[in-house]
């Protein structure tokens, strides 16, 4: 039985939400979950390709190594193209590895994750902006 309050609590308790559909038109998870905090592990495909830009945990972890103070990467979560478990497990290690090594910005993501705005607030204030010019 689908309940969601468990649902809700289920995303705030996730460091990360893994989304490995091989179709997605809109999807919500990945924002849900970024609204909670977890970073979302995605199958680069529709909605969850629109909404989901990779982090590049490798440069990530370079910068670190070798120095430098990486604090704010682009990206807001973990993508990969492959339908295979490979491609998925590769994300998944990547994102873990970040996780482990670099909690500082594993942490800075999840923020500004959580303050992104995927309402219709904007889309609907451009769509009035555009009616109003054209009446």
């Not at 939400?17 to 179709?23: Q, Y």
């Not at 945990?57 to 295979?84: E, M, Q």
Request: proline content about 4%; glycine content about 8%; aromatic content about 10%.
């Amino acid at each position: 039985m689908y309940s969601e309050a468990l649902a809700h609590i289920i995303y705030a308790a996730a460091d990360f939400v893994i989304v490995p559909s091989l179709f997605e038109p809109c999807g919500l998870t990945q924002l849900i979950a970024m609204r909670y905090g977890a970073l979302p592990i995605v199958r680069r495909t529709g909605g969850l390709g629109d909404t989901v830009s990779d982090i590049n945990a490798a440069a990530a972890l370079g910068d670190h190594r070798s120095g430098s103070a990486l604090t704010s990467p682009s990206g807001n979560g973990f993508v990969f193209d492959g339908a295979d478990e490979g491609s998925c497990s590769g994300a998944l290690e990547r994102a873990l590895r970040m996780y482990r090594e670099r909690r500082d910005v594993w942490d800075t993501v999840s923020v500004r994750n959580m303050d992104l705005d995927y309402s219709w607030a904007q889309p609907a204030a451009t769509y009035l902006d555009m009616y109003r010019k054209i009446a």
